[in-house]
T-cell receptor, first 108, second 121 residues
């Protein structure tokens, strides 16, 4: 199985800040990486797939980049709605999907 | 509207069996894999397995293979996750989620609302 490691586990930031969350894969995943946002009491919401493709309706302040085993999610200017938990997920091998452990984005 | 609607919360005792459901609407049910994802209390997401409703082909994570059964009934656009003998460690929220509508790759664009399962004696 491919292991996914996110950092940091918790991030404290303020409205308007630029934040970066990192996800590292144990093997090259050829860019097959997605990011999700989960607010308390809700299912995850897809933000980005194939490393950098924004899902429809997702604000452009969210962006993704990376290659090989290192990937990042950037939020350019935090909004109040963005305080949530973020998960990365690799899907490089069909029917063998794994998620990162999550990054909780908190208000400073 | 494309949506997945899951069955309601369950409270069960250890050793009992259970089958929870996920009903799809708003798209061609047989065209996209449906996945099940576990989230234990306060924890992250774990992919459990997937089913292709057209022919009911299933694939499982090694962690969950033999522990649960995933199935689909194309006549009512519904997928299922079932246990034959529950334990307290099955306490979690279970989500169904669809493979992406544009790519049909293993990234999940539509999620059910989740089914909370509590197992205690």
């Amino acid at each position: 199985d491919i292991q996914m490691t996110q950092s940091p586990s918790t991030l404290s930031a303020s409205v308007g800040d630029r934040v970066i969350i990192t996800c590292r894969a144990s093997h090259d995943i050829n860019g097959w990486l997605a990011w999700y946002q989960q607010r308390p009491g809700n299912p995850p919401k897809l933000l980005i797939y194939k490393t950098s493709t924004l899902e429809g309706g997702v604000p452009s302040r969210f962006s993704g980049s990376g290659s090989g085993t290192e990937f990042t999610l950037t939020i350019s200017s935090l909004q109040p709605d963005d305080f949530a938990t973020y998960f990365c997920q690799q899907y490089s091998s069909f029917s063998s999907y794994t998620f990162g452990q999550g990054t909780k984005l908190e208000i400073k | 509207e494309v949506q997945l609607v899951q069955s309601g919360p369950e409270v069960k005792k250890p050793g009992e069996s259970l089958k929870i459901s996920c009903e799809a609407s708003g798209y061609s049910f047989t065209d996209y894999w449906i996945n099940w994802v576990r989230q234990m209390p306060g924890k992250g997401l774990e992919w459990m397995g997937t089913v292709y409703p057209d022919d009911s082909e299933t694939r499982y994570s090694p962690t969950f293979k033999g522990q649960v059964t995933i199935s689909a009934d194309r006549s009512i656009s519904t997928t299922y996750l079932q246990w034959s003998r529950l334990t307290a460690s099955d306490t979690a929220i279970y989500y169904c989620a669809r493979h992406h509508g544009d790519t049909n790759h293993g990234v999940f664009d539509i999620w059910g609302q989740g089914t909370m399962l509590t197992v205690y004696s």
